[in-house]
C-alpha cells in the first residue's frame, strides 16, 4: 500500500534521519525527482530511488565503510548524489559534502583530517591525489546494478550521532567541519515545516548545491519528508531555467537573492519599457489583491507557472527593493535566516506574516534573543555541536550555551528580526559611532544603474564599492552624494570606487566576499593587477563563457588568450566549456575538439559558423501517423521482406525470449556490419516490436555529396 503524498513528516526531535529515509518506502512509485540534462528528462521515483540508496549501503560495507566513518561526496547535485547521501545514512557512516568549485588541495586537507574511507566524486572534479578509493558518480547506478540490495541491518543511530560535516571555510589553511547531527537537521525540518504550512503535493526547483546545508534541509529532506518532487538540472543557465518553468509545474523555489536578481533583469530585457518605468507601473498596482496582481501581469506567472507558490531566500540579504519588485508582480517571497551551525534555517517569513526588509520570526522550539553588542544569539535543539576536532573554535563560538552567529540584527515590537551585517565587518566611527554596511548599501542599490554596492572600511573611510551598469558609471559619483543626502551624518560615504571587474568575488552561494574586495583595492592602488573602470569595450557571450569557466574576470581575458596555455583549462574543462556554448548559444559543436593552443578569438569565429541546434532537432511529427505506420507495414510485408527473402534465408530463434515491448526502451544490434542488417533486424522482430521500432542511420553516409 503507498501512503497518500504529503501526510509524512520529520515527527520528533528525537527521530533520526535512518528513520525518515525508512517511512519514506511508503511512497512507492511516486515520482521523487526529475533530473533534467540538455535533451532529456529522467524521472525517478521513491521505489527506485530507496532501491539504488540499499544498494549504496551494501556497496559502502562492501568498501570497508562501517557505522561512524566519514564519506567525501564531490560533484553537482542529481540522483546519483542523492543516492550516495542516503546510502550513508542507511549504513550509519558521515557524510562530508564538498562544493563543487573547491580546489583539490582542499579535499586532500578535507580527507585527512577526517580520516575519509571513501571518495564518492564526479569525473569533473580535479585530480586531489587521494589514497582512499574511489566511486565515480556518473558510473555509480552502473555499478549499483551489480550489487543486490541487502542493507545493513546493525545500523541504529540515536539522534545526537553525527551525520554531516559541513565544512564551510575554504580559502584558509585550516577549514573547520561543522557537526551536523540527526537531532539537528530532523529539529529544523520539523520547525520549517510548522512555520511553513505547505498544504497538498509540490514540486521544487533545485537551483542551489546540495553541499550547502540550505539546500539539503529546504531543498531535500523537506519535499523527502512530504513525498514531494524535486526538479534537478544538470547546468543552472537561463534557458534550464526557461524550459524548467515551461514544462514542470514549479510550486517552489530555493534560491538565493542573486538568482532572483537575475531573473529580474531577465523579464526587464524582454521589456519596452526602462526600469524605472517598470517600477512606476508595479507601484500604482501595489495595493491591489495578490490575486487581481496575477491576472494583471500575467505574461511573467505564465512563464514561472500558474500554480507557483513561494521564492523561499536565503544565504545573503535580500535588498528590500528586490523583494518588493517581485511582491508586487504577485509573487510571494519568503526570506529566512541561518547558519550551517544552525541547522541551518533560524528565522523565516511566513505566508500570512512577513515583512518588508525582515528575516522573519524565528521558528518554534528554538531561542533566539540580541545580545548587548547587538548580535544575534541562538540555542535549541538546531544548533550544532561544535566543529569537527577544533574544542578552542567550539568554545569560543558559545557563551553561556548560546551560539554566537557573529551576526548584527534587532527585532521589531512583532519579533520579526532586522538583519545589519556582520559583527567582524561593522565600522566604528572616530566618534565612536556604530555603522552598519548594510543600511548603506540598501541606500545605493535603489538608484537605477547600480547593480550592486558594497560598502567597506577601506583606508579608515567608509568606502562604497558599485557595481554599476556601463551607462551609469559617468553619474556614480552623483548618486553617492544624493545617497549621502539620506544618510545619517555617521553614515556618510566618504569615499567610493566603481567595480572594474565583470562581478564581485564571491562564494559558492553568490555572497560578496568583502575581504577580497579590500584586497583588490589595495592591489588597484598599488598598481597591481589593474584594470581601467570603464571605457571598456563590451564583452561578448563566447568570452563571458569562457571566464566563468576559467573562474577569472572577463575583463581579463584577450581574444588572442589560449585555452590550455594561458587560461589553464584541462581536458575536462575544455569539455565543460563546449557543452556549456553547445547549450547556452544553441549550438551544434559535437565534432569539434578544443585544443589547448585554440585561442578565445578562434572560438568565438568557429561558434560564429555554426548553425543552432534547432536547424538540426526539427524532427518530423508525420512519421509517427497511423497512416505512415500503416504505409510503413504494408512495404515491408508486401516489398522489403519478399525481396529479401529472395536473395537469402535465415532461420528466427529465440522470439520467445523476447520481453514485452513496453518494458523497455530496448537497443537492437546486430553483432557485424552489413547492409542486410536493418532488414534482418525487422524480419526477425514480431510486428508489435516494428510498429515501435526507430532504426539509427549513420547521415553522412547517406547524405554526403555524390
Known amino acids: 500500500m503507498t501512503r497518500e503524498p504529503n501526510a509524512t513528516r520529520i515527527s520528533s526531535m528525537e527521530e533520526t534521519l535512518y528513520q525518515q529515509v525508512q517511512r519514506c518506502r511508503e511512497f512507492g512509485d511516486r515520482v521523487f525527482c526529475y533530473h533534467r540534462t540538455a535533451f532529456r528528462r529522467f524521472p525517478w521515483t521513491y521505489g527506485q530511488l ?41 549504513a550509519g557512516a558521515v557524510v562530508v559534502p564538498l562544493d563543487v568549485r573547491q580546489t583539490g588541495a582542499f579535499a586532500l586537507r578535507v580527507a585527512d583530517e577526517t580520516e575519509a574511507r571513501l571518495l564518492v566524486r564526479s569525473r569533473l572534479m580535479p585530480d586531489a591525489s587521494l589514497e582512499l578509493p574511489q566511486v565515480v558518480l556518473e558510473e555509480l547506478t552502473f555499478r549499483l546494478d551489480a550489487v543486490e540490495p541487502h542493507p545493513p541491518t546493525d545500523v541504529s543511530p540515536r539522534p545526537d550521532d553525527v551525520a554531516v560535516i559541513m565544512y564551510t571555510s575554504g580559502t584558509t589553511a585550516h577549514p ?157 517571497v519568503l526570506q529566512g535566516y541561518g547558519l550551517t551551525e544552525t541547522g541551518p534555517v533560524i528565522t523565516v517569513n511566513r505566508p500570512n506574516a512577513r515583512k518588508l526588509g525582515s528575516v522573519g520570526l524565528p521558528l518554534p522550539g528554538l531561542e533566539m534573543r540580541i545580545s548587548e553588542a547587538g548580535e544575534v544569539l541562538t540555542r535549541g535543539p538546531h544548533v550544532t555541536p561544535g566543529y569537527y576536532q577544533r574544542p578552542e573554535a567550539t568554545a569560543e563560538s558559545f557563551t553561556d550555551g548560546w551560539f554566537r552567529t557573529g551576526d548584527l540584527g534587532r527585532l521589531d515590537e512583532d519579533g520579526f528580526l532586522f538583519l545589519q551585517g556582520r559583527l567582524k565587518e561593522l565600522i566604528v566611527t572616530d566618534a565612536g559611532v556604530n555603522v552598519y554596511p ?61 567595480w572594474w571587474e565583470e562581478d564581485y568575488p564571491r562564494t559558492t552561494t553568490l555572497k560578496v566576499k568583502k575581504g577580497e574586495v579590500v584586497k583588490k583595492l589595495e592591489a588597484r592602488e598599488q598598481g597591481v593587477d589593474v584594470v581601467a573602470a570603464s571605457g571598456a569595450p563590451a564583452v561578448d557571450d563566447i568570452t563571458l563563457l569562457v571566464a566563468r569557466m576559467a573562474d577569472i574576470p572577463a575583463s581579463h581575458i584577450k581574444p588572442e588568450s589560449r585555452l590550455g596555455d594561458d587560461l589553464g583549462l584541462s581536458s575536462i574543462d575544455r569539455v565543460e566549456l563546449l557543452s556549456l556554448i553547445e547549450w547556452e548559444k544553441r549550438l551544434d559543436l559535437g565534432d569539434v575538439d578544443l585544443t589547448p593552443e585554440m585561442t578565445v578569438v578562434e572560438l568565438r569565429r568557429l561558434a560564429e559558423q555554426r548553425k543552432p541546434i534547432s536547424a538540426y532537432l526539427r524532427f518530423p511529427r508525420w512519421g509517427r501517423w497511423r497512416v505512415v505506420n500503416w504505409g510503413r507495414q504494408l512495404f515491408q510485408l508486401l516489398l522489403l521482406f519478399p525481396v529479401f527473402h529472395f536473395f537469402t534465408r535465415f532461420t528466427i530463434k529465440g522470439r520467445e525470449n523476447l520481453p514485452p515491448p513496453d518494458t523497455g526502451p530496448y537497443v537492437f544490434i546486430a553483432n557485424h556490419t552489413s547492409h542486410a542488417d536493418t532488414a534482418a533486424i525487422l524480419r526477425a522482430l514480431p510486428g508489435h516490436f516494428r510498429r515501435r521500432l526507430a532504426i539509427a542511420a549513420w547521415a553522412e553516409f547517406f547524405l554526403r555529396p555524390g
Open 50 to 90: 530507496l532501491d539504488h540508496a540499499d544498494r549504496m549501503a551494501t556497496h559502502l560495507r562492501q568498501c570497508g565503510v562501517e557505522p561512524g566513518a566519514r564519506v567525501l561526496v564531490w560533484g553537482p547535485n542529481g540522483p546519483e548524489w542523492i543516492i550516495t547521501y542516503l546510502g550513508c545514512i542507511l
Open 176 to 332: 573547520k567541519g561543522v557537526m551536523v547531527t540527526h537531532r539537528n537537521l530532523a529539529a529544523n525540518v520539523t520547525a520549517v515545516l510548522d512555520a511553513i504550512r505547505l498544504e497538498g503535493h509540490y514540486t521544487f526547483l533545485s537551483l542551489l548545491p546540495l553541499s550547502h546545508l540550505y539546500e539539503q534541509t529546504g531543498g531535500l529532506w523537506v519535499p523527502l519528508s512530504r513525498g514531494d518532487t524535486i526538479v534537478y538540472l544538470q547546468t543552472v543557465t537561463p534557458h534550464a531555467l526557461e524550459a524548467a518553468f515551461r514544462n514542470e509545474f514549479i510550486r517552489a523555489v530555493l534560491a538565493v537573492p542573486r538568482l532572483l536578481q537575475l531573473l529580474k533583469d531577465g523579464f526587464l530585457r524582454k521589456l519596452p519599457l526602462s526600469e524605472s518605468a517598470v517600477q512606476r507601473l508595479l507601484a500604482s498596482t501595489e495595493d491591489l489583491p495578490l490575486s487581481v496582481r496575477k491576472q494583471l501581469y500575467f505574461p511573467i506567472h505564465r512563464f514561472i507557472g500558474w500554480n507557483f507558490s513561494y521564492f523561499i531566500l536565503g544565504g545573503a540579504p535580500l535588498p528590500p527593493e528586490l523583494q518588493q519588485f517581485w511582491e508586487r508582480l504577485g509573487f510571494v
Open 438 to 498: 548594510i543600511d548603506i548599501e540598501q541606500v545605493l542599490d535603489s538608484f537605477d544603474g547600480v547593480r550592486e554596492s558594497c560598502v567597506v572600511e577601506f583606508k579608515g573611510r567608509i568606502h562604497a564599492v558599485l557595481l554599476m551598469e556601463e551607462a551609469a558609471k559617468e553619474r556614480a559619483a552623483e548618486m553617492v552624494a544624493q545617497a549621502n543626502e539620506r544618510l545619517d551624518d555617521a553614515q556618510r560615504i566618504q569615499a567610493f570606487t566603481v
